[in-house]
């Protein structure tokens, strides 16, 4: 069990703020375990919704929608895809939805046109595990959560598809591993298991970007998700190396700023050492300077991140990013099928 982190006293350097605070009405109540917090998740209305969305969605549809985000790639064999080999007379046993029909009127005959299958390859979710997550966003909202939301809505879509899902966990000290080849109650299941191990110790972003170097399954999609403070130690080196053989997403989930906790008795506590935010550096002039640093740091970070590649989202809730992971799925897959001439 932790107190949800603060900063250091000095509002100075790249690492200020690099934990959040918590309220104080949370305070008051004493110190949350991560286990508690994911045990109301499936009350969670953004879980419900992502549900939801799964349920509606047809299964060529989230094929689709996961193959353009996580770029799908050839496989050299034949079968369903989008490039086209060569054309064959039918036989006996071929599926009658290959026929190509202009080809099959032009020779007189039936005639299946071969296309090239695209693959894809392993769901790799890498998760900041460290004790500066356990911290609220702006928004109030426990950063552990809004992370296992962020991962929710990639594990529904790629589960409804049958991938299987690598789901790894890193901080300072210890590096966990898990797979998911069944369905989403395993899925939650494994989070809730993996949250007795987490939040241990101080995060290690190079422990993380270490272990996604070793993912052996290229061309594969992995989901990197932190909080903003992660993203500024991440090295953008290893990120673009990354990118070079998968496609990355990368979730960045905002903080609450302990400057601007109210001057209560609770205050904000931090999770390394227990103690209060003392009152006296809770100002509008400090709050504000943390937050004018932040915002420069979130933008570079996100400026670095987009140019190489990477798709970036980020927000102080599970509602915020929800809200761009279906907006950018609708938006990618809309210039898409413009790209192919096709109308809705």
Not at 66 to 91: A, C, K, M, N, V
Not at 149 to 174: H, P
Request: glycine share 6%.
């Amino acid at each position: 069990m932790f107190r949800t982190p603060t900063p250091p006293a000095r509002p100075e350097g790249p690492d200020v703020g690099a934990a959040a605070a918590v309220s104080a009405p949370a305070a008051a109540q004493g110190p949350v375990s991560l286990d508690e917090g994911l045990s109301a998740a499936p009350k969670d209305p953004i879980r419900t919704r992502i549900i939801a969305m799964a349920q509606r969605l047809s299964l060529p549809t989230v094929t689709r929608a996961l193959g353009i985000l996580e770029g799908e790639h050839p496989s050299g064999r034949r079968g369903s895809g989008y490039e086209f080999l060569d054309e064959r007379f039918y036989q006996a046993g071929d599926e009658a939805r290959l026929i190509d029909w202009k080809a099959s009127a032009r020779r007189g005959r039936p005639v299946i046109a071969d296309k090239e299958r695209t693959v894809t390859s392993k769901v790799w979710m890498l998760l900041d595990g460290g004790v500066e997550m356990t911290g609220l966003t702006r928004a109030g909202e426990n950063k552990y959560r809004v992370a296992f939301n962020a991962m929710r809505m990639f594990a529904m879509l790629s589960l409804r598809r049958g991938d299987d899902i690598t789901i790894l966990a890193a901080n300072k000290d210890d590096v966990f591993r898990a797979t998911v080849n069944r369905d989403f109650a395993q899925f939650d299941q494994t989070l809730r298991s993996m949250s007795h191990r987490l939040a241990k110790s101080p995060r290690s972003m190079k422990q993380l970007l270490r272990c996604a170097k070793r993912i052996p399954d290229r061309r594969s999609l992995i989901v990197i998700v932190s909080d903003e403070t992660g993203w500024q130690h991440a090295s953008m080196s290893q990120i673009k190396a990354l990118r070079r053989t998968h496609q990355i997403v990368a979730v960045s989930i905002d903080s609450l700023n302990p400057f601007s906790v109210p001057q209560t008795p609770h205050g904000a506590f931090d999770a390394h050492t227990d103690r209060r935010i003392p009152a006296y550096l809770r100002t509008r002039a400090t709050a504000d300077e943390l937050t004018a640093h932040r915002a420069f740091l979130s933008e570079r970070a996100r400026t670095e991140l987009t140019r190489h590649g990477v798709t970036y989202l980020s927000g102080e809730s599970s509602e915020d990013i929800f809200r761009q992971f279906v907006t950018y799925l609708s938006t990618i897959m809309k210039n898409t099928d413009i790209s192919r001439g096709v109308t809705r």
